[in-house]
């Protein structure tokens, strides 16, 4: 499977949930400000040509393949398009989630980030932002493990259903 991590800017929130999906990051304790800047993929460091773009993180611990997707206020068109792509590429959708990480975003990481990645005011944003994130780590710590939960669940009913090709037929009588 395929987990995809988005929000708005897709260096905040969704870098974190990557990290802590993937174990760069451990979920049982808030990172400090230094973890968090040098030990999670992208944080703080995504810009608006990013935006519309999908970023492979790695595999994680079940072999599933993890990204973050930055998707400004344009969630269902960008996701339209993304899963249209995997379609016409012949993919499977259904091998792809989607987590909106936005819900766990607090008013410190929004002005933090605005003041970083829109302004460019990195020295004032960066510390905000973090300090954020820093608040909201429990949020996105349960959304993850709700994530893998879910990941889980769809699995574990994969596995146990029968191949198609070894499913009886409706009777047609």
Do not use: C
Request: without cysteine.
């Amino acid at each position: 499977m395929k987990i995809v991590y988005h929000d708005y800017g897709g260096s905040h929130s969704t870098a974190t949930a990557a990290a802590i999906h993937l174990g760069l990051i451990s979920a049982s304790q808030v990172p400090t400000a230094k973890i968090l800047n040098t030990a999670v993929p992208l944080f703080d460091a995504l810009t608006a040509s990013d935006h519309g773009t999908l970023f492979y993180l790695g595999k994680d611990d079940s072999d599933h393949d993890v990204y973050v997707l930055p998707r400004r206020n344009q969630s269902q068109m960008v996701l339209n398009a993304v899963k249209s792509t995997i379609a016409a590429m012949e993919g499977d959708v259904d091998e792809w989630i989607f987590v909106d990480t936005l819900p766990t975003v607090n008013t410190w990481m929004r002005i933090g980030g605005y003041l970083s990645r829109r302004q460019g005011m990195i020295w004032l944003g960066r510390p905000i932002v973090t300090f954020g994130t820093r608040k909201a780590f429990p949020l996105i710590r349960d959304l993850v493990a709700q994530t893998k939960a879910r990941v889980a669940k769809i699995q574990s009913a994969r596995s146990q259903a029968p191949p198609m090709d070894q499913q009886s037929p409706l009777d047609s009588d």
